[in-house]
């Protein structure tokens, strides 16, 4: 696990989009994994101004995201359909047809959680899969007791973080208590994991994730299994580490040698 920590949310947003921007110079048909949510909204607009600056394309892009509301469809307002393409799809070059979203309308959404896992799959899996990091733990909306091992399903909501997302919502509107969300073994299945999380409201979540157990009661705790995970903070998200220092001294020993192989 690379923990990178930076000054603030541009920071870590801009280190995010390089992430993003490498890989789609190497693989112009990358097969990217997206999340919702406060957090990536920055690196999505530094991406999007990449994309017109003809910096990069993602004309041969496939996205898929971690999830979405049970009961909502892709025209509501609340949906994360309806946010990624405010957010990203209608402002750059990638195909409609190549983004995908865990149907919220599903008319069997058993049957649907299947269908995606299938999807990724024939995609040939993720290549880099963004992920945000909720108050409790939780990564898409794998809740804490989620499996450690599961796939995309139906998942129950908890208190915490329906409460968390009611500002979202007006006093009278409908919010779903239900989701689809990829599972975390799924997650763990993409080639790469970029994990952002800014402001202090996330550094118990944060210290838990890389310095706690490996545990349900952290489902982040698992990205301590993952061959190649970032976890990419500000000073503030980073502020319950016991071992800043440490990190902030690897993390420029790394910048040493990516510079040194880069004068070969």
Same mark, same amino acid.
């Given at each position: 696990?690379? %923990? %990178? !920590?930076? /000054?603030d949310a541009a920071e870590v947003a801009a280190y995010g989009a390089d992430i993003f921007t490498t890989q789609l110079k190497r693989k112009a048909n990358s097969v990217l994994g997206l999340a919702t949510g406060s957090t990536p909204v920055a690196l999505y607009q530094e991406l999007i101004k990449r994309n017109q600056a003809n910096e990069i394309s993602f004309a041969e892009v496939t996205s898929f995201n971690l999830d979405e509301y049970l009961g909502l469809d892709g025209s509501h307002p609340?949906? =994360?359909r309806y946010f990624m393409q405010q957010q990203l799809f209608d402002h750059i070059d990638i195909k409609k047809n190549n983004t995908h979203v865990p149907p919220g309308d599903a008319k069997n959404p058993i049957t649907a959680c299947g269908e995606y896992e299938a999807r990724i799959k024939a995609a040939g899996g993720i290549d880099v899969q963004l992920l945000g990091i909720g108050r409790n733990g939780h990564i898409g909306f794998n809740e804490p007791s989620s499996?450690?091992?599961?796939?995309?399903? %139906? /998942?129950t909501l908890t208190k915490a973080t329906i409460d968390d997302n009611a500002r979202f919502f007006k006093a009278d509107e409908y919010q779903p208590h239900l989701s689809i969300t990829m599972g975390i073994g799924t997650i763990l299945d993409a080639n790469k994991v970029v994990l952002l999380a800014t402001g202090e409201n996330k550094a118990e979540a944060v210290a838990a994730m890389v310095e706690g157990p490996l545990t349900a009661a952290c489902p982040a705790s698992a990205l301590q299994l993952h061959r190649d995970a970032v !976890? %990419? !903070?500000d000073e503030a998200a980073a502020s319950k580490l016991k071992d800043i220092e440490f990190y902030k001294h690897i993390e420029n020993e790394n910048q040493k040698l990516l510079d =040194?192989?880069?004068s070969l």
């Amino acid at each position: 696990m690379q %923990v %990178v !920590i930076l /000054k603030d949310a541009a920071e870590v947003a801009a280190y995010g989009a390089d992430i993003f921007t490498t890989q789609l110079k190497r693989k112009a048909n990358s097969v990217l994994g997206l999340a919702t949510g406060s957090t990536p909204v920055a690196l999505y607009q530094e991406l999007i101004k990449r994309n017109q600056a003809n910096e990069i394309s993602f004309a041969e892009v496939t996205s898929f995201n971690l999830d979405e509301y049970l009961g909502l469809d892709g025209s509501h307002p609340q949906s =994360y359909r309806y946010f990624m393409q405010q957010q990203l799809f209608d402002h750059i070059d990638i195909k409609k047809n190549n983004t995908h979203v865990p149907p919220g309308d599903a008319k069997n959404p058993i049957t649907a959680c299947g269908e995606y896992e299938a999807r990724i799959k024939a995609a040939g899996g993720i290549d880099v899969q963004l992920l945000g990091i909720g108050r409790n733990g939780h990564i898409g909306f794998n809740e804490p007791s989620s499996g450690l091992t599961s796939r995309t399903r %139906v /998942k129950t909501l908890t208190k915490a973080t329906i409460d968390d997302n009611a500002r979202f919502f007006k006093a009278d509107e409908y919010q779903p208590h239900l989701s689809i969300t990829m599972g975390i073994g799924t997650i763990l299945d993409a080639n790469k994991v970029v994990l952002l999380a800014t402001g202090e409201n996330k550094a118990e979540a944060v210290a838990a994730m890389v310095e706690g157990p490996l545990t349900a009661a952290c489902p982040a705790s698992a990205l301590q299994l993952h061959r190649d995970a970032v !976890i %990419v !903070i500000d000073e503030a998200a980073a502020s319950k580490l016991k071992d800043i220092e440490f990190y902030k001294h690897i993390e420029n020993e790394n910048q040493k040698l990516l510079d =040194y192989l880069a004068s070969l």
